[in-house]
Structures are given as C-alpha cells and as structure tokens.
C-alpha cells in the first residue's frame, strides 16, 4: 500500500479506537490487501494515538487464524474489575495467558522466550468496524481485534502444559491441557517477526478455549 493510503486508514481506525464511534468498511483504495498491510495501519494507529505498546498478542481471526497484534497496558485490566461489555463491538471471550519476558526477545535469535511471570487471564477480542472485520488484513489493521484483556493473579508454572477452560458464570468446566509453551513460541517468533520486544514486555496467548459471545444484559 502507498503510504498515504496507510496513513488515511489509520486515521479512521485511530478515531474510531479514541472515540468508540463505529466504522464503516473501510473503501476499496484504503482496505488492506495483506496481513503486512494491516500491521502497517495498526502501527500507523498508534502512532496518531499516542500509544505506545508494552507487548504483543496473539489471538483467533476471522475464519480462526492466528493473528499477532499490539497489546496496550490501557487495554489491561486487573480480575474483579467490572467490564461493561456493551461498551465493546463484536465482544468475544477466551481463555488467554499473559507471559511477562524475563529477557528481551531479539529479532535474530530462535531460542524460546523465557517467561518471568504468568498470568490467567480473559482474553476479551472486540472490533471498531461495524460490521466486525472480514478478513485477517482487516483485522490486523483494527490492532488485531484487541479489546480488554482481564489479568488474573500471578500463577505458579513450571512450563509443563496446564488445563485451561472458559466457564460462565462459575459453571464448573473441566480443563483441557494446553502447551502454554508452545503458545508462548509462537507469539514470540511474531514478536521477532515485528521487531523483537524488550525484557519486561507481554506476551499474550488468547483462543486457549473455545470463544464465547456474551449474552445479552
């Protein structure tokens, strides 16, 4: 994309994320043809927003892919705190996991990221599109669909796999084993991919569970 068509798009994503205004499909000229593209637009975004990421997250698509995004510290919130869901587009809830890196993640290397702290959390994906985003460009331009992420308390992890399971309103839902390890390479090789992140930065896994729509209040 020519850079004034990146620059033109973002700004429409960068009003939209500020004010919670819907937007319309974005026109032909300005849609994103790749997911490349749609990481430009997002960066572009956050740059007319003034925010800085202190992370990256990794969470299911349209159509389920897996689609690597900035995480924002303003889009964490700790576990109790109330969420008004209605104030969110196309809210969809999964089990997620916050990695915070014990060291940084360097662009060139491959070793898996070592992880300082863990925790549980509620992965809340959202869009600013209207109609939600069609496809994974468009997707990943709208900051990957990133919503709130619910942190938990720190949790206790060896690095062996761990049940992980959504449950409404405390329900009790048996666990499926999940290879957070696995989860947590993953997230970083599209952390490399994207320039690397510093020591202290977050990894965030989400789609760990089946996703979840919330009902109507």
């Known amino acids: 994309m020519e850079q004034d068509a990146i620059a033109r798009a973002a700004a429409y994503l960068a009003e939209a994320f500020e004010t919670g ?7 032909a000229g300005l849609r994103p043809a790749t997911v490349e593209d749609g990481a430009e637009i997002a960066g572009a975004a956050l740059d007319a927003l003034g925010l800085p990421p202190n992370g990256l997250r990794l969470a299911p698509g349209p159509g389920g892919a897996m689609l ?34 014990a060291e940084p993640l360097d662009p060139a290397s491959t070793v898996a990221p070592v992880i300082a702290a863990l925790h ?34 720190r949790a206790t992890w060896n690095g062996a796999p761990l049940p992980v399971a ?12 999940c290879d957070l390890a696995a989860a947590f390479a993953r997230a970083a090789a599209e952390a490399r991919r994207w320039g690397g992140l510093p020591a202290g930065a977050l990894l965030v896994v989400a789609g760990l569970s089946p996703a979840a729509t919330p009902a109507a209040s």
């Open 21 to 27: 205004n819907p937007l319309a499909p974005l026109p």
């Open 166 to 177: 959504l449950a409404r309103d405390g329900a009790s839902v048996r666990g499926t084993a």
């Open 68 to 101: 690597a995004g900035p995480m924002l510290a303003t889009r964490i919130v700790a576990s109790g705190t109330p969420v008004a869901l209605s104030t969110l587009r196309h809210p969809r809830l999964s089990a997620a996991a916050i990695g915070v890196l």
């Open 120 to 153: 549980p959390a509620i992965d809340i994906a959202a869009s600013r599109y209207r109609d939600g985003a069609r496809a994974a460009a468009e997707c990943t331009a709208d900051l990957g669909g990133l919503g709130l992420v619910v942190a938990g308390r």
